[in-house]
């Protein structure tokens, strides 16, 4: 659901962006009326609608149960103090909103350990450009997946891989703009690096072969999206 004036009630849920871990693959959870209950429409990895703006001004971390019948978040903004632990079932969650055209906003949350360990360390390496500190919000895209064992269960999962491909202005994104930040800005740092200098892919082109706007939603967000979806 998009930031509307019931999205605060008990009972109302965002369409939440899903990760299956298991099978490496990436979602949107939505509401079927006929039947009462959820699907998860798969979207497909490296396709411009796997392209997302995340707002990093309102992440939150805490911690988490997800299980059958249960769906339990305890989660405050970052900077802000760490919501208690709720108990031994609880496992360390992020939250955050993400917006692109053909779905709108959707809501990322998890407490999965390989996908909330993805998420963290995508907000780390954003934190690092001086367009985070501008306050500018990244445009990432989930490109592909990759393996990863882990030796103490003895199983293995699939990672995603998550690319910045682009900054845009916050208030460019409706829902974005309505929701008051939570989260500063990073504070700008002389280690922080412009995006352009780290050979980041070309944007697509505009009209008559010209770069579209940076900052743009066109830029990189909208080109080859889909009309089916």
Same mark, same amino acid.
């Given at each position: 659901?998009?930031?509307?004036?019931?999205?605060?009630?008990h009972g109302i849920y965002?369409?939440?962006?899903?990760?299956? !871990?298991?099978?490496?693959?990436?979602?949107?959870?939505?509401?079927?009326?006929?039947?009462?209950?959820?699907?998860?429409?798969?979207?497909?990895?490296?396709?411009?609608? !796997?392209? *997302?703006?995340?707002?990093?001004?309102?992440?939150?971390?805490?911690y988490g149960l997800i299980?059958?019948?249960?769906?339990?978040?305890?989660?405050?903004?970052?900077?802000?103090?760490?919501?208690?632990?709720?108990?031994?079932?609880?496992?360390?969650?992020?939250?955050?909103?993400?917006?692109?055209?053909?779905?709108?906003?959707?809501?990322?949350?998890?407490?999965?350990?390989?996908?909330?360990?993805?998420?963290?360390?995508?907000?780390?390496?954003?934190?690092?450009?001086?367009?985070?500190?501008?306050?500018?919000?990244?445009?990432?895209?989930? /490109?592909?997946?990759?393996?990863?064992?882990?030796?103490?269960?003895?199983?293995?999962?699939?990672?995603?891989?998550?690319?910045?491909?682009?900054?845009?202005?916050?208030?460019? /994104?409706?829902? *974005?703009?309505?929701?008051?930040?939570?989260?500063?800005?990073?504070?700008?740092?002389?280690?922080? /690096?412009?995006?352009?200098?780290?050979?980041?892919?070309?944007?697509?082109?505009?009209?008559?072969?010209?770069? !579209?706007?940076?900052?743009?939603?066109?830029?990189?967000?909208?080109?080859?999206?889909?009309?089916?979806?």
């Amino acid at each position: 659901m998009t930031n509307s004036d019931i999205s605060d009630l008990h009972g109302i849920y965002a369409a939440p962006l899903r990760w299956h !871990a298991e099978t490496g693959t990436l979602g949107r959870s939505v509401y079927d009326e006929e039947s009462g209950e959820r699907e998860t429409i798969e979207i497909e990895l490296g396709s411009a609608a !796997a392209r *997302f703006v995340m707002d990093l001004a309102t992440r939150e971390r805490g911690y988490g149960l997800i299980r059958a019948g249960v769906y339990d978040m305890h989660l405050s903004p970052v900077g802000t103090p760490t919501p208690e632990w709720p108990g031994d079932d609880y496992k360390p969650a992020v939250g955050c909103w993400v917006w692109n055209p053909p779905f709108g906003e959707l809501r990322l949350e998890t407490n999965q350990v390989t996908f909330m360990r993805a998420v963290s360390e995508l907000w780390d390496r954003a934190r690092t450009f001086k367009e985070a500190a501008d306050g500018l919000q990244p445009v990432v895209h989930f /490109v592909d997946r990759r393996e990863r064992f882990y030796k103490q269960i003895g199983k293995t999962f699939m990672l995603p891989m998550i690319d910045i491909i682009g900054w845009v202005p916050r208030d460019t /994104v409706p829902t *974005f703009a309505s929701r008051p930040p939570t989260v500063q800005a990073p504070a700008a740092l002389d280690s922080q /690096v412009r995006f352009a200098l780290l050979g980041a892919p070309k944007p697509p082109r505009g009209k008559a072969g010209e770069p !579209a706007k940076r900052g743009s939603l066109n830029d990189p967000l909208d080109d080859e999206i889909p009309e089916d979806l």
